[in-house]
């Protein structure tokens, strides 16, 4: 910029003319310098001669020079903060090395540059300190399987110790529980011991369940054996039935034949009108016939008694046929 009166005036114009044109010249490279862009997702803070005065947005602003100054540039998107290991201790005296993650967004600008001189260290302490405070409620086991309690916990204390700084805890996580070695085996030794009993549990119900299913098969088969015999019973039942009937049908057809048999020869008996004498000679026959019997005594009607008589007319009837 000092040369440009230097060229100027090697120009041969008039000296007022010069001054002008360098006046304006450096407020314009002062205008320029003082233009101010903020990108999406940030935010400034201006001070007016050493005041908080406004906070700039996204977009081009222009400072004016010697009166305003940026106080701060601010991100407004979410962050995280990863801190170190704190050493804890639990209820139990079990001394061990927890890591936690902290997301925080700054929704206050002016709370933010001029609430806390060091924020983020002031974080990182409240953070242990809270951590160690809830740890020391916590037995070993509680520990280890409540994360998620000391973690709405943390972000509840963190959340409102932080609001007068213009920052909004949105989440902490325990990023590592890492317990001394000899806790960590003892835990190793423990869960073998758990799942070895896990497996014998599964075994002994697997044969269990096994002994169950071979018993119902013994069940069944013994059940079907029986209808299957059953129903061979009643099939056997059922033919002797049959048999028994059929056999009985045939006797009694035969008998119903021999009855026939005679009432048609007592039909032809009386169709052929027989004399006295050979209705007496078929009953001597028909005496004859149960005196063949196994009878031991014989009883002959009164009307039969003369018929001894009759006996030589009775042959000769006979040779005569």
């Known amino acids: 910029m000092k040369f440009i009166p ?31 862009i903020v990108p999406q997702g940030n935010a400034t803070v201006i001070e007016w001669l050493g005041r908080y005065q406004t906070t700039w947005g996204t977009g081009m602003h222009w400072k004016v020079p010697f009166f305003q100054r940026i106080a701060k540039n601010v991100v407004l998107m979410e962050q995280v903060a990863d801190f170190p290991p704190q050493p804890v201790i639990t209820k139990d005296n079990v001394k061990m090395q927890i890591d936690t993650v902290v997301f925080y967004q700054i929704t206050d600008c002016k709370l933010y540059a001029y609430g806390h001189a060091n924020p983020m260290a002031a974080i990182e302490n409240l953070t242990a300190t809270t951590l160690r405070n809830l740890i020391g409620e916590l037995e070993l086991d509680a520990t280890l399987t409540s994360r998620d309690v000391v973690n709405v916990k943390m972000r509840s204390i963190l959340d409102e110790a932080t609001d007068p700084w213009g920052i909004k805890v949105t989440r902490v996580e325990l990023k590592n529980i890492m317990p001394p070695r000899e806790i960590q085996d003892a835990m190793e030794k423990q869960m073998k011991a758990e799942r070895e009993r896990r497996e014998a549990i599964l075994k002994a119900e697997g044969e269990k369940k096994s002994a169950i299913l071979i018993a119902e098969g013994q069940k069944e088969s013994k059940i079907l054996a029986a209808e299957a015999d059953k129903q061979a019973k009643i099939l056997a039942a059922e033919a002797e039935k049959q048999a028994k009937i059929a056999a009985a049908e045939g006797e009694a057809e035969a008998i119903l034949k021999v009855q026939t048999a005679t009432a048609e020869g007592i039909r032809m008996i009386n169709d052929s009108a027989p004399t006295q004498q050979v209705l007496t000679i078929k009953s001597l026959e028909a005496m004859e016939k149960v005196a063949n019997g196994q009878a031991t005594k014989i009883i002959i009607p009164s009307n039969l008694q003369g018929l001894a008589g009759l006996t030589t007319t009775a042959s000769e009837l006979f040779k005569a046929e």
């Open 6 to 36: 230097m060229i100027l005036a090697d120009s041969g114009m008039n000296p007022a003319v010069i001054a002008i044109v360098a006046i304006v010249a450096i407020l314009l490279v002062v205008a320029i310098a003082n233009v101010k």
